[in-house]
């Protein structure tokens, strides 16, 4: 598993840079992560990226954009407006969890 | 005397009634399946039908004889699942108790889920996850005039997730027989980041579109429909136009389970993803489309997950821990148009690669190739759903995914400090 040092420290990443372990994520690595990928995190992005952490520590998936609007109560268009183009994966990866799983 | 009762008698609920019933003694369980349908739909053939290679009668059979004497069908819609009290509540205001419930009843399309879908529904909207959809569907491709022809994916998960590029091949195959493919233009548009998800099959099969012409447009979610416009809009502000839409719509499982708690935000049931027992209730199990478990939703899945669940329920209604683990297994044919197919096969972990199956480097299907002995296969699948797969007969082939025979491409590992960006970000 690659290892890659943001914000100053070692932290374990998959191929696409995804994080591979949660607990090695705080915010100071989520504000280096969206800077990577040119998003400034605001409240209202800090409020989503909160209730995917929280969700997947009870649920031990990452929420999907439908799940983030019916559980979390951020709207689908709110959602791309704060993530741009790539909102499930973008969140993800700033939040340092794993890529949602999508068709299989 | 012990109670099973099964919703559902689709795919898997009726596998699991027949292959139980001569396990269970009659003098100490009963078994009974809940579902109001009267027919039984082979939904494979429902890709077909929009071409005119299967014809209605190719795809359905009445429900009640599918199942084995010594199951008793009630023919009832479930209004709510008491889990508590051990109890079904009916829409005809009856109740059924059971020791042990078996979820199987699927999931569904929900056009209403995409503003716009439904009013356009039947004219120039159409989808073919339905008998009448499908049936629907062959009438408009017969004498269909040519123009822009956009087949669309709402959402994931689906069922069958490679049908709708299955129709796209199909129909670029269907315009070119009846000699107007050069008046159509066809155009795949997809939630995913590609053709499909996995790198290795995604890059197959997104060639494939290519050399047919099929432009692919990828991440594209879908936020509205414009029937009347003829536009598909997505969050992100794109617009495609469209003289005839084919949309599988969000699907989703069924109502009363949301209704009793059991499920997700898309009412699956949560299930251990190996034991496919719920984890909110130890005398509740889902099978098929209808768990939450990371698998294809697929006919497939729903065969291999029963030869799982047979030995597993078996133990743990006498309290002893479930001997076996369902490992995700995945078996699909994907028609390519031209009386060709290819194959899939993969798992949890393994994602689909190109090799030979069910005998490894022998065959005689190719994983992941276009082939014609791929398509007889896929064409011989239906007799054996009738006569063997609802029945509850074992197929020949191996429950637990191999991966002998298949062949992983080398991957190319860079090392970097920098930080990892995924790639289309």
Wanted: a negative charge.
């Amino acid at each position: 598993m690659p290892v890659t040092t943001i914000a100053g420290r070692e932290v374990h990443v998959d191929a696409e840079g995804f994080l591979t372990d949660p607990a090695e994520w705080d915010h100071d690595l989520a504000a280096e992560l969206a800077a990577a990928i040119g998003i400034e995190l605001t409240a209202e992005h800090w409020k989503v990226l909160e209730f995917l952490r929280k969700d997947f520590a009870t649920q031990g998936e990452t929420a999907t954009t439908r799940r983030v609007q019916t559980v979390g109560g951020f709207a689908t268009k709110d959602q791309f407006a704060l993530f741009p183009k790539k909102p499930a994966k973008k969140m993800a990866y700033i939040a340092g969890l794993p890529k949602p799983r999508g068709c299989v | 005397m012990r109670r099973l009762v099964v919703l559902g008698a689709g795919t898997a609920g009726t596998m699991v009634v027949n292959k139980l019933r001569p396990k269970l003694a009659r003098h100490e369980w009963s078994i009974t399946v809940v579902d109001p349908a009267k027919k039984h739909y082979y939904q494979p053939g429902f890709l077909f039908m929009p071409f005119g290679i299967y014809s209605p009668r190719d795809v359905v059979k009445p429900l009640a004889p599918t199942l084995r004497s010594g199951v008793e069908l009630v023919s009832a819609a479930v209004d709510r699942v008491d889990a508590e009290g051990r109890r079904v509540l009916l829409d005809n205001g009856t109740e059924l108790s059971y020791d042990y419930l078996v979820i199987a009843t699927g999931t569904s399309p929900r056009p209403e889920e995409t503003p716009g879908l439904a009013e356009g529904l039947g004219q120039n909207v159409h989808e073919f996850f339905s008998y009448e959809g499908s049936t629907a569907l062959a009438a408009k491709l017969a004498d269909f005039p040519g123009g822009r022809v956009v087949v669309h994916v709402a959402e994931m998960p689906i069922k069958c997730p490679v049908a709708p590029l299955e129709f796209v091949f199909l129909a670029d195959s269907f315009f070119t027989k009846r000699g107007i493919r050069d008046k159509v233009q066809l155009s795949y548009v997809t939630p995913l980041p590609g053709a499909f998800t996995k790198p290795v099959s995604a890059e197959y099969l997104g060639d494939m579109l290519e050399r047919r012409g099929i432009a692919l447009e990828p991440d594209f979610v879908v936020e509205s429909i414009d029937a009347e416009a003829g536009t598909l809009t997505s969050f992100d502000e794109r617009e495609i136009g469209f003289d005839l839409l084919v949309t599988i719509p969000v699907n989703m499982g069924a109502d009363y389970i949301g209704r009793s708690g059991l499920g997700d935000e898309l009412n699956y049931v949560p299930v251990d993803k190996h034991t496919l027992l719920s984890t909110a209730d130890d005398h509740i199990f889902a099978i098929g489309d209808a768990t939450d478990a990371p698998a294809s939703k697929a006919g497939s899945v729903a065969h291999f997950e029963a030869d799982v669940f047979l030995p597993n329920f078996l133990a743990h209604v006498e309290g002893k821990p479930m001997p076996e683990s369902f490992d995700g297994h995945a078996n699909c044919f994907i028609e390519s148009g031209g009386g060709k197919a290819l194959l899939i096969d993969f798992n949890y972990d393994t994602e689909p690669l190109p090799g030979t199956y069910p005998v490894p480097f022998i065959g005689p299907m190719r994983l992941l190739r276009e082939s014609r002995i791929n398509h007889w296969g896929k064409l011989a699948f239906r007799w054996l759903y009738w006569h063997m797969l609802l029945p509850g007969r074992r197929l020949p082939v191996p429950t637990h995914m191999s991966m002998a025979g298949k062949r992983r491409p080398p991957t190319t590992e860079t090392t970097t400090d920098a930080v990892r960006i995924p790639s289309g970000f």
